[in-house]
């Protein structure tokens, strides 16, 4: 069993920046993918932006140019730097990583960006 902690959400305004961060309580260094996806009230689970074991990087449309992926072997960590925030962003954000032995969510961390 892994455990996924995300953590960094809050409430923030239109044009801020928040940095989420996922900790995994095991090793990260072989892994198949870390993803960010996103919740809002009423709505589907929807992928953000994702990394691969090679670090080739992918994101939605919406978060194109304002969001980064990045991960922490060292930290076994994969955060999601989020710029230029719209009230639109506003969601619970959960992190998703695909071990080779199976995948796993984290519990979710809420994003509010107030107009």
Sequence with gaps: QVQLVESGGGLVQAGGSLRLSCAASRSIVVIYTMS??????GKQRDLVASISS?????????????FT??????????DLQMNSLKPEDTAVYYCYVVFPY???WGQGTQVTVSS
Aim: aromatic content about 12%; hydrophobic content about 20%; cysteine-free.
């Design 54 to 66: 090679s670090g080739s990087t992918n994101y939605t449309d919406s978060a194109k140019g304002r």
């Design 102 to 104: 199976g995948a796993y």
């Design 69 to 78: 992926i990045s991960r922490d072997n060292a930290k076994n960590s994969v």
């Design 36 to 41: 960010w996806y996103r919740q809002a009230p």
